[in-house]
């Protein structure tokens, strides 16, 4: 197949963080997709609805004016969240969903969740009300092996929230293990799961093996080449539990070439080329508009998009920027390490 038509997709999940770096990185996003749930990571984080409704003006105002995109904004969960604050900006459409950091997870998780107890009164209301929680799947304990975070997650807090709650909606994003894919998809109704572009082309070799790459760093990390082949079999199974969230996370090259460099992979310009690439390698590609376009919106209750994009596969190869330049300095670019020949005809 040389060319293929799908409906305009979402990004289930995706950081544009804030000033300079939301300027620069937002139109490789709203380019391509219509919609995506942005992550409230912020410093300080977007915990109440006030603070969503002005990051969004934000985002909007940065938007380039040929671009239609529609940002679902999320609110930071922590132990002091205000449940009936939730409820009434799910109800105005001001939000789309509520995010669980467990503290200290990963960037700016500080004020997350300690102890997922005292969250469960809010939680109760969200499910009541339909308010998906979105969930970053990893403990945090010091004496848990960071490659076994994910798994030790699900069986400590995601399946006793499950048993207590079974009616709360929750996104288990970025899944990186077969325990997460397993967990998803053997579940009762009302768990999906999103998996990143990144970690369907990665294991941790990328990020360890002759020398350390640090633009492979991200959380939760990549884990065995068993595992990645679980998230594309996944991913291309057609299950409607499992879509697109890129986690697509800029940080400036100077704080991840450090010594103690950020998690995150900023992919979202290449994304639908890399996709189309593993889609085509799996046989799949008549599963990608499922993936990117279709489950997501159904999961989370919302239209497809009406509108259509066109991938194309070129003969040549096609370019990728290495880096994108914000005032501050250079973002690199998710580098899938293979020649790209799908691009996205404008
Ligand atoms: O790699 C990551 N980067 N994982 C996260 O959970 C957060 C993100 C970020 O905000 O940089
Ligand atoms: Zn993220």
């Keep these: 197949m040389q060319e293929l038509t799908i409906r305009r997709p979402d990004d289930w999940h995706l950081h544009l963080r804030d000033g300079d770096m939301l300027e620069a990185v937002l139109p490789h996003t709203s380019r391509h997709f219509a919609r995506a749930i942005i992550m409230p990571n912020l410093v300080p984080p977007v915990v109440d609805t006030a603070l969503a409704a002005s990051y969004r003006a934000r985002i909007e105002k940065a938007l ?17 969240t205000d449940a009936e604050d939730v409820v009434s900006g799910y109800e105005s459409s001001a939000i789309a969903a509520v995010k669980l950091y467990p503290a200290g997870a ?6 997350g969740v300690r102890d997922i107890e005292t969250a469960y009164p809010v939680l109760e209301r969200m499910a009541e009300a339909g308010v998906p929680l979105c969930v970053h799947g990893e403990v945090t304990d010091a004496d848990i092996d960071i490659f076994d975070r994910e798994a030790v997650f699900i069986d400590r807090v995601l399946e006793p929230l499950r048993r207590r709650i079974p009616s709360l909606k929750i996104v288990m994003e970025h899944i990186t293990t077969s325990n997460g894919i ?63 969230g890129t986690d697509s996370a800029p ?37 990608l508009e499922g993936f990117v376009s279709l489950n997501g919106p159904a999961f989370y209750g919302l239209p497809a998009n009406d509108e259509t994009i066109r991938l194309v596969r070129r003969e040549e190869p096609i370019a990728v920027p290495a880096s994108v330049e914000t005032k501050s300095g250079p973002v690199t670019v998710f580098d899938p390490m293979f020649a790209l020949h799908w691009d996205v005809a404008e």
């Design 64 to 80: 380039p004016q040929d671009h239609r995109f529609i940002p679902l904004m999320t609110l930071y969960l922590t132990e002091t």
């Design 106 to 111: 990963t960037t700016n998780s500080q004020s």
């Design 251 to 287: 940080h400036l090259d100077a704080a991840k070439e450090t010594a103690c460099g950020c998690a995150g992979v900023f992919s979202s310009i290449n994304t639908l080329s890399c996709l189309a690439h593993v889609f085509e390698d799996e046989g799949a590609l008549d599963r």
């Design 182 to 244: 397993d967990y998803v998809s053997s579940g009762a109704d009302g768990i999906a799961g999103t998996i990143t572009t990144h970690h369907l082309i990665i294991n941790r070799n990328a990020i360890l093996a002759g020398g350390i790459r640090p633009h492979y760093y991200c959380l939760p990390v990549a884990k065995r080449e068993n595992h990645r082949l679980a998230l594309r079999a996944a991913a291309t199974s057609g299950n409607p539990r499992f879509f697109l």
